[in-house]
């Protein structure tokens, strides 16, 4: 089980801090990532780590701006947002899947867990 908390309505500019906590097993072996889906538009993929050490990747628009960071200890990973913009509003997504090959990790498909969203609403 997945649990994404830490949205909110924020101004242009400002920052938040995402998190996603897990339940029910370990997930410092699987593939975690952060997508968000805007009103009337399909789900997109902001960011992903395939495990501690390994690469993370960004979408091109929040690269920068935005830290993907996890802690295997706690069975949590977070996303970092600075310098938020009104096009970042959305509900964001935590996932993750055990077998994501790394062709694969942009693609919502390939997860076998989701959280239940957390509203980011950035105002101009």
């Known amino acids: 089980q997945l649990q994404a908390s830490g949205g909110g309505l924020v101004q242009a500019g400002g920052s938040l801090r995402l998190s996603c906590a897990a339940s029910?097993?370990?997930?410092?072996?699987?593939?975690m990532g952060w997508f968000r889906q805007a009103p009337g538009k399909e789900r997109e993929f902001v960011a992903a780590?395939?495990?501690?050490?390994?690469?993370?990747y960004y979408r091109d628009s929040v690269k920068g701006r935005f830290t993907f960071s996890r802690d295997n200890a706690k069975n949590t990973v977070y996303l970092q947002m600075n310098s938020l913009k009104p096009e970042d509003t959305a509900v964001y997504y935590c996932?993750?899947?055990?077998?994501?090959?790394?062709?694969?990790?942009?693609?919502?498909?390939?997860?076998?867990?989701w959280g239940q969203g957390t509203l980011v609403t950035v105002s101009s």
């Open positions: 996932a993750a899947g055990e077998r994501i090959i790394q062709s694969s990790i942009r693609s919502a498909q390939a997860y076998d867990y």
């Open positions: 029910g097993r370990s997930f410092s072996t699987y593939t």
């Open positions: 780590n395939r495990r501690s050490g390994t690469s993370t």
